[in-house]
């Protein structure tokens, strides 16, 4: 085994916290996950840097926050030049390796302005967030025949499963008793099982895929992170059998929800609810349908993590190797009259968080459970810090969560930030915000949740009093919230007039600044007698201090 840990970094697209058995959900039982967190810590409050995908995981791949890589939306091209996770990991002799999911769109332009070859080793890690990809499958094509960065398609035609489009026909489609392929795009369809055996599923492909990467591994020697990356939970919302049945109405909790919310006076909150998709989920029967879908999703993801934990045990890799299981946001599913994610309730912004560290050190917390304020940023350090790579402060904005992992003291942070860029949505049309206005900012200190929304009023919750928040005290004039609001403003502010783009400042340069008078560059001083009263040396005009 390497002497450093190897790192397994397992997120599921759209997982909420509280569809897991270990985090309290009455029905899903997932002994799988529930078990990793039995031998690691548990996180209770990990937030996200953004509710939607791609900005999140661009957080989570440059332990950075949104408004300091710049991608703020699905699509929107991490620039070059940004550096990430693999990137750092890389200069340490580490492997940084993908495997599934990235939602990483290549800065073509960027690439094409400084001269770099897509197809070359450099222009490959550029286009995949600084990844060796192993296997990338973003999945989410319904209507191309094949696409050039996923192997899956081609997997499915190998095993039979033949069309234009296999991805789309057979893992997110279903039947009818006559035979009639039914897309899982239509919720309608999310109760039918999916038209594929489940050993060939994504969730299945991408397990075996992992294993497939360790094995290439061990030969190669180096130590490596692979970024386990799946696309399900996420919607199309069908799951192969036996798991499209598992769970009927009866297993379904009731929404997080209010009259009071549906008849908000905030401009924004109405355009959220008068979006498609929270219409369609605020119906009870489309919750009936997807629901019992989605928890099968989980369960199916739960068998096939428990699959590769026990293979992992088979080959010896467990005792060398971190495991962390987290997601990119969450699911409204209904609560607060939402559907999909895209804004800041705890079922959007909170994520479930595992890290098991198999290391002597983290005996001390193997099974607790920490209420910490952490945010994804904060892996990028974690992982760093177990590969052996040096601590970049002028580049990572994260904290590192070893003191957590070790129960040890040493991690403390005041305020959870994430931010959403919604410009391309139903809610910036209808209240026609343009662009540059179509942002909104989440601060959270444990107690406090404080939406800055540009061009309408904040948002306000308290979590101690209504930890459900169906509560907007953002309009309030009670002297507690009018103090918090405006504490809560002034905390922002503060983080965001934050140093974050100085990512070129490191160590090294600033220490040239600081030793720049001992080149001679003296500026202030009126003569020789000051010069010499201030520093305790003879002034020679020809001769640079400290070669004297």
């Known amino acids: 085994m390497n002497k450093r840990p190897n790192v397994l970094w397992i997120m599921a697209d759209q997982l909420r916290f509280?569809?897991?058995?270990?985090?309290?959900?009455?029905?899903?039982?997932?002994?799988?996950?529930?078990?990793?967190?039995?031998?690691?810590?548990?996180?209770?409050?990990?937030?996200?840097?953004?509710?939607?995908?791609?900005?999140?995981?661009?957080?989570?791949?440059?332990?950075?926050?949104?408004?300091?890589?710049?991608?703020?939306?699905?699509?929107?091209?991490?620039?070059?030049?940004?550096p990430t996770l693999g990137d750092h990991l890389?200069?340490?002799?580490?492997?940084?390796?993908?495997?599934?999911?990235?939602?990483?769109?290549?800065?073509?332009?960027?690439?094409?302005?400084?001269?770099?070859?897509?197809?070359?080793?450099?222009?490959v890690r550029v286009s995949e967030c600084g990844f060796e990809p192993f296997e990338r499958d973003d999945g989410l094509h319904p209507d191309s025949p094949r696409q050039h960065w996923s192997a899956y398609d081609d997997y499915l035609v190998q095993h039979g499963f033949s069309s234009e489009n296999p991805w789309s026909d057979f893992a997110n489609s279903g039947k009818d008793e006559t035979g009639d392929l039914l897309s899982a795009w239509l919720l309608k369809n999310s109760r039918l099982p999916a038209n594929v055996p489940e050993e060939h599923s994504e969730t299945a492909y991408m397990t075996n895929r992992a294993m497939d990467f360790m094995k290439e591994a061990e030969e190669d020697g180096r130590p490596w992170m692979c970024h386990l990356s799946y696309i399900k939970p996420h919607w199309p919302y069908i799951v192969p059998a036996p798991y499209h049945d598992m769970y009927g109405q009866e297993h379904i909790v009731s929404p997080i929800r209010s009259e009071a919310e549906r008849h908000t006076d905030h401009p924004l909150l109405r355009a959220y609810h008068e979006a498609r998709v929270c219409r369609s989920f605020s119906r009870d029967h489309v919750r009936e349908h997807v629901i019992p879908a989605y928890m099968g999703l989980i369960k199916q993801l739960d068998d096939n993590l428990g699959r590769l934990f026990t293979w992992m045990d088979e080959q010896g890799l467990s005792g060398n190797t971190i495991i962390a299981v987290t997601s990119d946001h969450g699911d409204y599913m209904g609560d607060h009259w939402m559907g999909d994610k895209d804004f800041y309730h705890e079922v959007a912004v909170k994520v479930p968080l595992i890290v098991a560290d198999p290391r002597p050190e983290a005996d001390a917390a193997r099974g607790s459970v920490s209420d910490a304020l952490v945010e994804m940023i904060d892996l990028a350090p974690t992982f760093m810090n177990a590969l052996g790579c040096r601590a970049k402060p002028h580049v990572i904005e994260g904290r590192d969560l070893t003191?957590?992992?070790?129960?040890?003291?040493?991690?403390?942070?005041?305020?959870?930030?994430?931010?959403?860029?919604?410009?391309?949505?139903?809610?910036?049309?209808?209240?026609?915000?343009?662009?540059?206005?179509?942002?909104?900012?989440?601060?959270?200190?444990?107690?406090?949740?404080?939406?800055?929304?540009?061009?309408?009023?904040?948002?306000?919750?308290?979590?101690?009093?209504?930890?459900?928040?169906?509560?907007?005290?953002?309009?309030?004039?009670?002297?507690?919230?009018?103090?918090?609001?405006?504490?809560?403003?002034?905390?922002?502010?503060?983080?965001?007039?934050?140093?974050?783009?100085?990512?070129?400042?490191?160590?090294?340069?600033?220490?040239?600044?600081?030793?720049?008078?001992?080149?001679?560059?003296?500026?202030?001083?009126?003569?020789?007698?000051?010069?010499?009263?201030?520093?305790?040396?003879?002034?020679?005009?020809?001769?640079?201090?400290?070669?004297?």
């Open 18 to 82: 509280d569809y897991l058995s270990c985090y309290g959900h009455p029905h899903l039982q997932t002994p799988h996950i529930d078990a990793l967190a039995a031998r690691g810590v548990r996180f209770t409050n990990a937030y996200v840097q953004s509710p939607v995908c791609g900005p999140s995981r661009m957080s989570a791949y440059t332990g950075r926050y949104v408004r300091s890589h710049g991608s703020t939306w699905n699509g929107m091209p991490l620039r070059v030049g940004e």
């Open 90 to 123: 890389r200069e340490a002799g580490a492997r940084a390796v993908l495997v599934g999911k990235t939602h990483m769109t290549a800065d073509a332009e960027g690439m094409a302005w400084l001269g770099i070859d897509p197809s070359s080793e450099i222009g």
């Open 403 to 548: 003191p957590l992992l070790h129960g040890a003291d040493g991690f403390s942070r005041k305020y959870a930030i994430s931010e959403h860029d919604y410009h391309w949505s139903d809610m910036a049309r209808t209240l026609g915000v343009p662009q540059e206005d179509a942002h909104t900012t989440m601060i959270f200190d444990g107690h406090w949740k404080y939406v800055r929304c540009e061009g309408f009023r904040p948002i306000l919750f308290d979590l101690e009093t209504d930890p459900d928040e169906v509560t907007d005290f953002g309009a309030s004039e009670a002297p507690e919230h009018v103090e918090a609001r405006r504490r809560m403003e002034a905390a922002l502010l503060d983080w965001s007039t934050r140093h974050h783009t100085r990512i070129t400042a490191t160590p090294e340069v600033l220490a040239r600044q600081k030793i720049a008078a001992e080149s001679g560059i003296l500026i202030g001083f009126w003569d020789e007698q000051e010069y010499e009263d201030a520093t305790g040396a003879a002034f020679d005009s020809l001769t640079p201090v400290g070669k004297k």
